[in-house]
């Protein structure tokens, strides 16, 4: 499934959901995020015209990973700190080992 969202806005949000997340914008690292259970959204279509999806579980986590990224929003700025000093030194390791391809 295709969707073609236009300035989506998450308008409501209900349950949690913990579930491991990666990214083509930190390539090759992966770590559980929690997010809400189910999300309504608000979007317009091709047409212009506006309407609302609701989706849960993997969909409403895809849609709020791709939303956050509208918003300058990574993955890792969703973890706890700890969690994101770790994988920032990583990800610097890997670039001074060469092992680190930033991609996009
Ligand atoms: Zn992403």
Known sequence: MIYKLINPEIISEAGEQ??????LSVPGEY???RR???VT???MNLDGDTYTIEAEGFLARVFQHE???LNGILFIDKLPSYKKD???KSIKRRIQEGDYTVTG
């Open 18 to 23: 913990l579930g491991e997340e990666g990214c």
């Open 31 to 33: 770590e559980n995020v």
């Open 36 to 38: 809400a259970d189910q």
């Open 41 to 43: 959204l608000k979007a």
């Open 67 to 69: 939303i956050d990224h």
């Open 86 to 88: 770790t994988l920032k």
